[in-house]
């Protein structure tokens, strides 16, 4: 007999995002979607271990959630048409009809409610990961290795601004699609990127978060079939992910892109991502940024070694992603790629005016770029001091290693 409790989990972590959808169409309150759901789920775990587990257990949680919804509004007199119109769907529980209404477009708006620009980043990304990502907080806990309770009390406050604002379910007009969708991209991006290059704790990946968030991005790409960048962050991401099981070794430690075995790159997963770039190409709208950097991790995919990489094609989409998205990150790798185009010479003088800058200020990023082309001219007294700088920087203890060892090797 299935474990009812994992049965549970299973469900909820698939037909979350649905059947809190389907709530939130119906009772127009995502707040009140969400608590109704969890309380289903309670009652799951209650009745399943002796009841059995339904044929259609998804199906099951979203009918005793909308009696729930009917209940309240009964606690609340608000007996009318949208009740008995509510009551009489919930005849026969396990039919067809309460396995499902048209979801695409409901999940959609809980995407973007989820991301929605009332919120702080750090709420919208606890929140997607809750109602889209079917997380618990304890799980969204673990993944940003913060108490629970911080957890629970960043979801809450979401919840309640979104309240507040009187945030509609519905997906925004098409005068804001655009610059909301940036939004939800952005978002999903932020929670890949923790996952490949972890910036504190004690491991150099978070593999189960960073797939997450490419699961929340197929998603995003099936639901916005038109929309360019969608796609293309799909590409890039599957691209990134191909080398995950070549940047680690089996202690964990750390192996940079130079040193990796290419052969463990995921090439199943490199074919997922060219085709998602060339939907994203063929939509014909030209590329954006994200279209742009999975680009970039096409060229390192398609090349045999590091030395064959075409680096000269990659200094050029960085200068047209530094031209469409400005950001001292971008320029930073534009100055790596120049290094193993021309030399470290050139790049040093990039490096030199970032610094000038300012913009990078207390970042790791900085000072480790610096002493690996000080490493490379020779000049290495000034390379150790910009490693040992770069190492006091991080919070990640396996990338504070790799630094120091680096620091090492200097003399």
Same mark, same amino acid.
């Given at each position: ?28 309150? #995502? ?9 289903? !789920? #309670? $009652?799951?775990?209650?009745? +399943? ?14 009918? #005793? ?6 209940? =309240? ?37 809980? !995407? ?5 620009? !009332? %919120? ?5 990304? @606890? ?13 969204? *806990? ?30 925004? $007009?098409?005068?804001? +699609? ?19 290059? =972890? ?19 197929? !998603? ?9 960048? *969608? ?21 964990? =430690?750390?192996?940079?892109?130079? $040193? ?21 190409? *063929? ?8 279209? %742009?950097? *999975? ?21 050029? %989409? ?11 990150? #971008? ?60 190492? @006091? ?19």
């Amino acid at each position: 007999m299935a474990d009812p409790r994992r049965t549970v989990d299973a469900v909820w972590r698939i037909e979350g995002a649905r059947i809190v959808a389907t709530l939130a169409k119906m009772t127009n309150d #995502v707040v009140l979607a969400e608590d109704l759901a969890q309380e289903a !789920v #309670v $009652d799951a775990l209650r009745q +399943w271990p002796e009841a059995g587990i339904p044929r259609n257990p998804g199906a099951w949680l979203t009918a #005793v959630a909308k009696r729930k919804a009917i209940d =309240t509004w009964r606690r609340r007199e608000r007996l009318d048409e949208r009740y008995r119109a509510m009551a009489h769907d919930l005849v026969g529980i396990g039919t067809a009809a309460d396995a499902g209404e048209p979801i695409d477009d409901d999940v959609l708006r809980l !995407v973007f409610i989820a991301c929605h620009p !009332v %919120l702080a980043r750090e709420a919208q990304v @606890a929140l997607t990961l809750r109602l889209i990502g079917g997380l618990t907080t304890e799980e969204i *806990a673990r993944l940003f290795l913060v108490p629970v309770a911080t957890i629970q009390q960043r979801i809450l406050r979401a919840k309640k601004t979104l309240a507040a604002a009187g945030v509609p379910f519905e997906v925004p $007009d098409p005068s804001e +699609w655009r610059s909301r969708l940036g939004a939800v991209l952005g978002v999903v991006y932020l929670i890949f990127t923790e996952g490949y290059a =972890t910036t504190s704790g004690d491991h150099w990946l978070r593999t189960d978060l960073a797939n997450e968030a490419l699961r929340l991005a197929r !998603v995003l790409a099936g639901l916005t079939p038109r929309e360019p960048e *969608a796609h293309a962050l799909v590409a890039l991401m599957e691209l990134q992910a191909s080398r995950f099981g070549a940047r680690v070794s089996a202690d964990g =430690t750390p192996i940079l892109l130079a $040193d990796q075995d290419r052969r463990r790159w995921d090439h199943g997963q490199i074919a997922r991502g060219q085709a998602a770039l060339a939907r994203a190409d *063929a939509l014909g709208r030209g590329r954006g940024s994200y279209a %742009l950097q *999975a680009a970039i991790a096409q060229c390192h995919a398609r090349a045999p070694s590091v030395a064959d990489t075409d680096w000269d094609r990659i200094v050029l %989409l960085y200068e047209a992603l530094g031209r469409i998205a400005p950001n001292p990150v #971008v320029e930073l790798n534009r100055a790596v790629a120049v290094a193993m185009a021309t030399g470290p010479a050139s790049a040093l003088r990039i490096v030199d005016d970032l610094a000038d800058d300012g913009a990078l200020r207390g970042s790791a990023l900085l000072p480790s770029v610096r002493g690996e082309l000080l490493a490379r001219l020779g000049r290495a007294q000034e390379a150790r001091a910009e490693f040992l700088t770069a190492a @006091a920087l991080t919070a990640n203890t396996q990338e504070r290693d790799v630094l120091l060892a680096k620091a090492d090797a200097q003399g």
